[in-house]
């Protein structure tokens, strides 16, 4: 199976293949005057919120971009990852769950690594240099073409691989839910979340934050527990928790033949008897999704870019306040994706243990297709009224924050990044604010065009999507950044040329991928082809990084050495102030809270890779 073949979440196939058979029946799904009071409370309360932030920033940049750099530690963290949660998770990740099994939460858990990283090094790296954007940081690292086309390129990916997908996703729900068309459907929902971020800016957009991952934890934590229960049968939590397991280890027969019916279309290459088994965290090197690559070296090819150069995430933690700030911000930001498998990976297992023979309905693609409405069946039938308005406001308040956040950054980078550099050198500050404004709604309108082309043209699953377009855009930028960061002798020339070579090269493997489909009049021969363990998207993003460094660092002993490089631009252990902004007492140690979660890290993925 390729990326091109899983379907978005079509109404008619969820119907039959879903709620046709199974523990799980159809039921009519309608909401009660509670429900609505606890949706639209909740978004009256984000409105209130959003407003009235916005009316407190004054009108300099630092106020509308970067919050008056005022974010306390638990806005920090909260907001970063309220911007990080949204459709891909809800619907997406909880349906490759289903497909996949636990190995769809590396993404989560391997995040505390970065964010180490992130902690331990790049904040003060960051912080010292006072810049408003990542693009800006590289111009000042490598030079003006670096700087145009990283921020050419962010623009493309926050429009295309992220609002757009997003508004998609929420559409979707509106239209399973309320029975709206899918065009009226994305209109709607990018409207509604984007429209504080424009008048607020990221003051606005954090504060909000903070309310949406408050209710998306509890609420979404509540579906784990009654869905737990649920397989319990009334005899607990627990014993739901041992069902689940049961079934997803294959230990009862009717789910072990299920489970191993679906190993080829997983495990790229592997013959019909291989063993698959569901509940592994660290799956083979030709596993479609989650091969063991992506955990070992998925900072290096995605995460470096996504945590500390990706504008809309890394722009909450130049806000914050001070070093101390920053620093706890991720390390509570790094309990909170802990946390997150739990709500957005952990209802995949138990739906699969309500259905195991899901596996068999139809082709593998529209077992996928189906699979993406998994979260909102579950709130469907097992949710009682009154929680079920809060699980669908904790829904959609991951769309708006994602949408809010990127909004903000997007709107950020054109102004600072293109407007003043290009066009107005000499703003004042008033007007990079108006023209903040301005390009966010024009970018709101080119990402809900987006949205409805995705919607009515394409088949494509929400979380394959994404991940596929980062091969493109995230190894060339992390290979370039963590060289540079290293090595003063890496030029800008260097990292140019090396990005764009790499940007060809992924051009390249992604055609071969697909060599049948999209050059099939080229008639090429077989052997030109990915051998299968070149197919997931992690392995093609592990082998581009590795070919943007070798090929960056041998620019770099043939070119001349580049003299303009000031000590805070690379790093020298003797500037990185690992010991400043650290917490005063032992209960706000960052060294501490942040050893204890590093601690957990290891415990869960011994946990699901060994133990279980």
């Known amino acids: 199976m390729n990326a091109i073949d899983v379907a978005v979440p079509n109404e008619s196939i969820f119907m039959t293949l879903v709620l046709s058979t199974g523990p799980i029946e159809q039921i009519d799904f309608q909401l009660s005057t509670l429900d609505y009071v606890a949706f639209f409370g909740y978004f009256l309360g984000l409105c209130l919120i959003g407003f009235f932030a916005g009316r407190k920033q004054g009108e300099t940049s630092a106020d509308y971009f970067l919050a008056g750099r005022s974010l306390p530690w638990y806005v920090v963290g909260a907001s970063y990852i309220a911007a990080n949660i949204s459709t891909e998770h809800f619907i997406g990740l909880i349906g490759a769950a289903v497909i996949y099994g636990i190995c769809v939460a590396t993404g989560e858990w391997s995040t505390v690594i970065a964010f180490t990283f992130l902690i331990w090094l790049f904040i003060p790296y960051l912080l010292t240099s006072k810049v408003y954007t990542a693009p800006e940081f590289l111009e000042k690292r490598f030079n003006k073409q670096m ?16 609002m757009g997908p997003v508004i998609y996703g929420g559409a979707l729900v509106l239209v399973e839910l309320f029975g709206f068309d899918k065009v009226t459907a994305v209109i709607v929902i990018g409207i509604a979340s984007g429209v504080w971020a424009i008048w607020g800016g990221l003051r606005s957009v954090a504060l909000m934050d903070l309310l949406t991952i408050t209710v998306m934890v509890l609420g979404g934590l509540s579906v784990t527990f009654l869905g737990l229960s649920h397989l319990g049968d009334g005899q607990g939590v627990l014993a739901g928790a041992r069902k689940m397991i049961e079934v997803n280890a294959g230990n009862v027969p009717w789910a072990h033949q299920w489970i191993q019916d679906a190993t080829p279309n997983i495990l790229q290459g592997a013959d019909a008897d291989t063993t698959y088994d ?93 699979a993406n409405a998994t979260y909102i069946l579950m709130i469907k039938q097992l949710v009682p009224t009154f929680l079920t308005g809060v699980l669908l406001a904790a829904l959609f308040g991951a769309i708006q924050s994602t949408v809010c956040s990127v909004l903000n950054s997007t709107s950020t980078i054109f102004t600072l990044d293109f407007y003043k550099m290009f066009f107005r050198k000499d703003a004042t500050e008033r007007e990079e604010v108006i023209v903040g404004r301005v390009a966010g709604a024009v970018i709101l309108g080119i990402s809900i065009i987006v949205g409805i082309l995705l919607a009515t043209v394409t088949k494509v699953n929400l979380f394959i999507w994404i991940q596929a377009l980062y091969v493109f855009f995230a190894p060339p930028f992390s290979a370039t950044f963590l060289l540079g960061s290293l090595w003063r002798r890496v030029s800008g020339t260097d990292a140019l040329i090396a990005s764009i070579c790499t940007f060809l090269f992924a051009l390249v493997l992604k055609l071969l991928e697909f060599k049948d489909s999209l050059l099939g009049w080229a008639h090429l021969p077989d052997w030109v082809a990915l051998p299968s363990w070149m197919i997931p998207f992690a392995n093609q993003g592990m082998i581009c990084w590795a070919f943007c460094m070798i090929l960056c660092a041998a620019l770099a002993l043939v070119t001349p050495n580049p003299d303009n490089i000031d000590d805070d631009l690379t790093f020298r252990w003797k500037n990185l102030k690992l010991s400043g902004g ?29 133990v279980l």
């Open 147 to 162: 700087r145009f086309i990283f921020a050419a390129v962010t623009l493309l990916v926050n429009i295309v691989a992220f």
């Open 582 to 610: 650290l917490g005063g007492h032992w209960y706000s140690s960052v060294t501490l809270w942040w050893a204890v979660c590093v601690v957990l890290m290891i415990g869960l993925v011994l946990t699901f890779s060994i």
């Open 278 to 370: 569901r509940l592994l965290v660290l799956q083979p090197l030709n596993h479609y999704s989650n091969p063991w690559t992506h955990w070992v070296f998925s900072f290096f090819y995605i995460g470096l870019w996504y945590t500390v150069i990706n504008q809309h995430m890394i722009q909450k933690v130049l806000a914050a306040k001070d070093m101390y700030h920053a620093r706890m911000g991720m390390v509570f930001a790094s309990y909170l994706k802990l946390l997150l498998p739990f709500i957005v990976v952990i209802p995949g297992l138990i739906f699969f243990a309500m259905k195991p023979d899901f596996l068999q309905e139809g082709s593998f693609g529209d077992q996928s297709d189906a």
